[in-house]
């Protein structure tokens, strides 16, 4: 069993949709909770972290976090033609000597105008 | 400058031959990471470099080696190459500890034929 997984894609919504992008984890030792999005032929850029359980907005992005039941969640609302991309969960157990970052699979958005 | 650099963007490789890739980190970072990314997966954490020192290592083989250099710059280096090293690799830098603050490179897309 990974330690991170990533619900499958690809995903194709119509603009305007609210999706909801979802990752388990089976590490209870993970304490940081990040979603990145990656553009075609770039490299991964931050877009949501957190630390506790609970949600945390930022515009049109909400990530929430469940660490009882291991599950973290990205929903982004508006969904706009650029919001596709690749979504990427990542978790660490620490920072500094531990601050590597596990990353789950992906998965590829596709917003339809 | 700022922004992670990588070079090349594209390299092909004979299997068994060796590979070296650079990166030069952000301005103000001191701390390099190495992620591994193949087609259709998240990336995967190869080794991180702190002062100058490995910090940290993932699950890959020691013909996976490293370097830092007194300006944050960093060299990948790949010995003995197999046609499961294609992928892209991506560095990434950071200040130490902040796990949050990963800036990553577009990578270079490694091809071994």
């Known amino acids: 069993q990974k330690e991170v997984e990533q619900d499958p894609g690809p995903l194709s919504v119509p603009e305007g949709a609210i999706v909801s992008l979802n990752c388990t984890y089976s590490?209870?030792?993970?304490?940081?909770f990040m979603w990145y999005r990656q553009y075609s032929r770039k490299g991964p850029e931050l877009l949501m972290y957190?630390?506790?359980?609970g949600n945390k907005e930022d515009g049109r992005f909400t990530a929430q976090v469940d660490k009882s039941s291991k599950y973290i969640s990205l929903f982004i609302r508006d969904s706009q033609p650029s919001d596709s991309a690749t979504y990427l969960c990542?978790?660490?157990?620490?920072?500094?000597?531990?601050?590597?970052?596990?990353f789950g699979k992906g998965i590829t958005l596709s917003v339809r105008p | 400058e700022t922004g992670v650099t990588q070079s090349p963007t594209h390299l092909i490789k004979t299997r068994g031959q060796q590979v070296t890739l650079r990166c030069s980190s952000q301005?103000?970072?001191?701390?390099v990471s190495w992620y591994q990314q193949a087609l259709g997966q998240g990336p995967q954490f190869i080794f991180q470099?702190?002062?100058?020192?490995?910090?940290g290592r993932g699950n890959f083989p020691p013909r996976f080696s490293g370097l830092q250099f007194p300006n944050y710059s960093s060299e990948l280096n790949v010995n003995a190459l197999e046609l499961d090293d294609s992928a892209l690799y991506l560095c990434?830098?950071?200040?130490?500890?902040?796990?949050?603050?990963?800036?990553f490179g577009s990578g270079t897309r490694l091809t071994v034929v």
């Open positions: 990434a830098s950071s200040l130490f500890s902040q796990i949050y603050g990963y800036t």
């Open positions: 590490n209870s030792a993970f304490q940081y």
């Open positions: 957190t630390y506790s359980s």
């Open positions: 990542a978790m660490s157990v620490g920072a500094g000597a531990n601050s590597k970052l596990t």
């Open positions: 301005s103000g970072h001191n701390t």
């Open positions: 470099y702190y002062r100058e020192e490995e910090n």
